[in-house]
């Protein structure tokens, strides 16, 4: 069984510093990895995706996201937090072997204050 | 901006009405899903769809029903509405390969009273 893991509901940083939201997940066979966010009132948008290669991606709004397979995560970081990144945050996976089903996490409310 | 459309964006309805969410997408996707989001924000899966006439249903059980009688077209109906239907229901598409990001509408709110 697959499944996706954001441990923290709400992660709070000050503008201009760096922010990291946390993601570990569960998968039997390789995983496919992606970050979403939702802004109030709106759908979800993809900010970026982990298929192979290399363990750094880079996605929108200057975000990125580090794949570590030893540790099963997939953190999402940003180097300069905006108060405009203020949002929900998902982490979602998709096994490899099973195309259709995305498993999506709880979702982490990020606050950056001025 | 999404390709992907749902009306209406805001419903308040009475207890005991059909209601229809309607979802539309332009970009061609087999794969269409309606998600069910709660106040505490997580995503449930209700109802998938591979294809024209092809639907599933998801993780969570749901009383709503769908159809996929056209590529581009994925509406779910509620046939009777009650207030524990009251919540945020959003449809999304995606390509049949395992790696593509799904596309997500930008919802809609319904409240039953």
């Known amino acids: 069984a697959q499944s996706v893991a954001q441990p923290e509901d709400q992660v709070n940083v000050a503008e201009g510093n760096p922010l990291t939201v946390k993601c570990t997940y569960s998968v039997s066979g390789n995983p496919y990895l992606f970050w979403y966010v939702q802004y109030p009132n709106r759908g979800l948008q993809f900010l970026l995706k982990?298929?192979?290669?290399?363990?750094l991606v880079k996605g929108s709004y200057g975000f990125e996201a580090e794949f570590n397979k030893s540790q099963t995560s997939f953190h999402l970081k940003k180097p300069s937090a905006l108060v405009s990144d203020s949002a929900l945050y998902f982490c979602?996976?998709?096994?490899?072997?099973?195309?259709?089903?995305?498993?999506f996490g709880s979702g982490t409310r990020l606050l950056v204050r001025p | 901006e999404a390709d992907i459309y749902q009306t209406p964006r805001y419903l308040v309805i009475g207890t005991g009405k059909k209601i229809t969410l309607e979802c539309s997408q332009t970009?061609?996707?087999?794969?269409m899903y309606w998600y069910q989001q709660d106040p505490g924000m997580e995503l449930h899966l209700i109802h998938y769809s591979y294809g024209v006439n092809s639907t599933e249903k998801g993780d969570l059980s749901s009383e709503s029903t769908v159809s996929r009688i056209r590529t581009e077209h994925f509406p779910l109906t509620l046939e009777s509405a009650r207030p524990s239907h009251t919540s945020q229901y959003l449809c999304a598409s995606g390509e049949m390969t395992g790696n593509s990001p799904l596309h997500f509408g930008n919802g809609t709110r319904l409240t039953v009273t």
């Open positions: 979602a996976v998709r096994d490899a072997d099973s195309s259709y089903k995305l498993i």
């Open positions: 970009m061609g996707h087999d794969k």
């Open positions: 982990y298929i192979t290669g290399d363990n």
